[in-house]
């Protein structure tokens, strides 16, 4: 089996069918998608081999935001994100103009069990950020459950809180 590192789109955001919004901040929340993605990033293509597009970007749009805040994505149909080989990174790109974020990703395996990593620390502003996230030990055959993000320094206090997200990658090997 090689050991080569292969980078794999999980989603590019083009359209909110495949998350939900789920939790308590459920309500406070909704989806949809802007003709904004992030900025020189080159395409990726799906594990099938086909071309992921660059052309929206999915927002999270939060009313009544506030610090301390969890907005949870969850992955549709479930599970939506399978990882076949050994999971060693993850990549997103992110904008938050309105709010400081963290993101998480949750992962399971039935080798691991049920885990939550730091995937991106954002802070508030106008550019994206494109975050990385490598695994202290790779993860056999992981699927990705969904997405939480904690609002840690709301600058926004009227109308909505955006955040934006594009190219969800992972990075494997064997």
């Given at each position: 089996?090689?050991?080569?590192?292969?980078?794999?789109?999980?989603?590019?955001?083009?359209?909110?069918?495949?998350?939900?919004?789920?939790?308590?901040?459920?309500?406070?929340?909704?989806?949809?998608?802007?003709?904004?993605?992030?900025?020189?990033?080159?395409?990726?293509?799906?594990?099938?081999?086909?071309?992921?597009?660059?052309?929206?970007?999915?927002?999270?749009?939060?009313?009544?935001?506030?610090?301390?805040?969890?907005?949870?994505?969850?992955?549709?149909?479930?599970?939506?994100?399978?990882?076949?080989?050994?999971?060693?990174?993850?990549?997103?790109?992110?904008?938050?103009p309105h709010?400081?974020?963290?993101?998480?990703?949750?992962?399971?395996?039935?080798?691991?069990?049920y885990?939550?990593v730091?995937l991106?620390?954002?802070?508030t502003?106008?550019l994206?950020?494109?975050?990385?996230?490598?695994?202290?030990?790779?993860?056999t055959?992981?699927?990705?459950?969904?997405?939480?993000?904690?609002?840690?320094?709301?600058?926004?206090?009227?109308?909505?809180?955006?955040?934006?997200?594009?190219?969800?990658?992972?990075?494997?090997?064997?």
């Amino acid at each position: 089996m090689s050991d080569a590192s292969v980078e794999v789109l999980l989603d590019d955001f083009e359209n909110k069918s495949k998350w939900e919004l789920v939790g308590v901040a459920a309500r406070r929340a909704h989806l949809t998608t802007f003709v904004e993605g992030a900025p020189s990033k080159g395409l990726a293509s799906f594990a099938d081999g086909a071309m992921g597009r660059d052309i929206r970007a999915l927002v999270v749009l939060i009313r009544k935001a506030a610090d301390d805040l969890v907005v949870e994505l969850a992955s549709k149909p479930k599970p939506a994100f399978t990882v076949a080989g050994r999971l060693e990174t993850l990549r997103l790109w992110v904008r938050s103009p309105h709010a400081a974020i963290r993101v998480y990703a949750r992962l399971e395996s039935e080798a691991s069990g049920y885990q939550e990593v730091l995937l991106a620390k954002v802070p508030t502003g106008a550019l994206w950020q494109h975050s990385e996230y490598q695994l202290d030990e790779p993860i056999t055959d992981a699927t990705l459950l969904g997405l939480k993000i904690r609002l840690m320094d709301v600058v926004k206090r009227e109308g909505e809180v955006m955040i934006l997200l594009d190219d969800l990658t992972v990075r494997t090997a064997g």
